[in-house]
């Protein structure tokens, strides 16, 4: 081991190994020095790695995980120098090839498919699940539902990560934290309320058709607190997102205004929620991985919607009791419910972990349109050309938007 080593490489290529954003270790192939595998003593953001003396800027994003490599140029010729606090470790000749390709394993490719679809199965699961309590079936109390949910993801999670170590348990370390993260869960609160409260008046496709333009509220958001502008051709993109929402508001034939309105506040409070969490947890002693963070959160978020259901629901538990007698399947659909919530947070953070975030954007995009799909299938609402061209419209520019953001960066 050493630090301050120069070498003369003979190839012009380095490649980046480890999860998005994160390096666990560079792998830099010379024929004439051979292998060395430099061992970072921190994480580094993108932005780190485009200060490190080597690097001459390219392809400094998109770093991905698991197997998989990114290849970073560096300048050619004359040495290259490792910082101060950087150590290296002669590694073997065949550890990296001269110009290495990324490859995925068979086996970990079937995992990356099935961890999608359990992310879609769950999340247009819960949804469909939703709509049907909460207008089929006739159990109008969405403040109660919400409450069974996070009821859930606070017991899932609990076991998930202090009994399964399915992630690390991070501790919150301050008070000025702890208000922090019970600010987000109200915020959270009120999002979820929101989405399942719009789901009583708007069918489940219109709903999808306005939470798709969460992209143009987050980048309102943005500016407005903290005054980060995006290059004008991102912002151009937001306005087929927009337009496609209002194509499709026009042509919606089960148009609710007040279903409308509380479904908008649903999409903007979600928005909201990122752009704090982003804010409010930026340095490296308070960041949060997603499940620690719902670890956090959910139990707030009881403690927040326990006494708004009792008082704005009146006396739900009774009502729910008594349905349960008449009918025990609403206790199992709860049950059920409840737990595909949490699998939901789950399987977001294991698809995004076994790929990367703007794949997990794409999946995304065709997870809303698929829910679309199987909602109208099953619950037979009608639909105009006019309304599903504005859907298409909306998610076309949310694609547009997600390729704008990736080459800013």
């Given amino acids: 081991m050493a ?4 070498i003369t490489p003979a190839t012009v290529v380095v490649a980046i190994t480890g999860m998005v954003k994160q390096l666990r270790g560079v792998y830099v192939a010379s024929s004439s020095a051979g292998t060395y595998k430099l061992c970072l003593p921190s994480l580094l953001s993108s932005k780190r790695v485009e200060r490190i003396p080597w690097f001459d800027g390219i392809a400094s994003s998109n770093y991905s995980c698991g197997d998989r490599s990114s290849l970073v140029k560096v300048s050619e010729g004359g040495a290259i120098s490792f910082p101060s606090g950087w150590s290296i470790e ?3 000749e065949n550890q990296i090839e001269e110009n290495p390709v990324p490859k ?29 309590l909460l207008s ?8 109660f539902l919400t409450m069974c949910h996070m009821t859930a993801c606070s017991l899932f999670s609990y076991v998930a990560i202090a009994w399964l170590k399915v992630v690390p348990l991070q501790t919150i370390r301050s008070r000025v934290q702890f208000f922090k993260i019970s600010a987000l869960s109200l915020i959270f609160c009120v999002s979820v309320v929101f989405g399942n409260v719009s789901l009583r008046y708007l069918p489940v496709s219109f709903n999808q058709a306005i939470g798709a333009t969460t992209p143009f509220y987050t980048a309102v958001f943005a500016y ?9 051709l991102t912002y151009l ?26 479904c908008i506040a649903a999409t903007g409070a979600r928005a909201l929620k990122s752009v704090l969490q982003g804010i409010l947890l930026s340095s490296e002693g308070e960041k949060l991985n997603s499940m620690n963070l719902l670890l956090y959160m959910a139990p707030m978020a009881v403690v927040f919607l326990l006494p708004v259901s009792l008082i704005m629901e009146g006396n739900v538990i009774g009502v729910t009791v008594a349905l349960a007698r008449d009918d025990v399947k609403i ?7 409840s737990s595909l919530a949490y699998f939901v947070n789950l399987t977001n953070f294991l698809v995004t972990k076994h790929t990367s975030a703007l794949t997990l954007q794409v999946l995304g995009n065709a997870k809303g349109a698929v829910a679309v799909v199987v909602s109208i299938l099953i619950f037979r609402n009608p639909v105009s050309v006019t309304g599903m061209m504005g859907y298409a419209l909306t998610v076309c520019g949310v694609v547009l938007y997600s390729k704008a953001k990736k080459q800013r960066k």
Wanted: aromatic share 18%.
């Fill in 3 to 6: 630090s301050n080593m120069f």
């Fill in 90 to 92: 002669k590694g073997s």
């Fill in 104 to 132: 995925i394993k068979g086996s970990n490719r079937f995992l990356t498919i099935g961890l999608v679809a359990a992310w879609y199965s769950s999340n247009i699961g819960v949804l469909l699940l939703n709509k049907y």
């Fill in 136 to 143: 089929n079936y006739g159990f109008k109390y969405p403040i």
């Fill in 224 to 232: 407005l607190m903290t005054f980060k502008r995006e290059a004008w």
């Fill in 237 to 262: 993109t937001l306005v087929p997102v927009v337009t496609g929402v209002v194509i499709a508001s026009g042509g919606e034939p089960s148009f609710h205004l007040f279903g409308f309105m509380i």
């Fill in 331 to 337: 206790i199992w659909y709860l049950l059920f419910n």
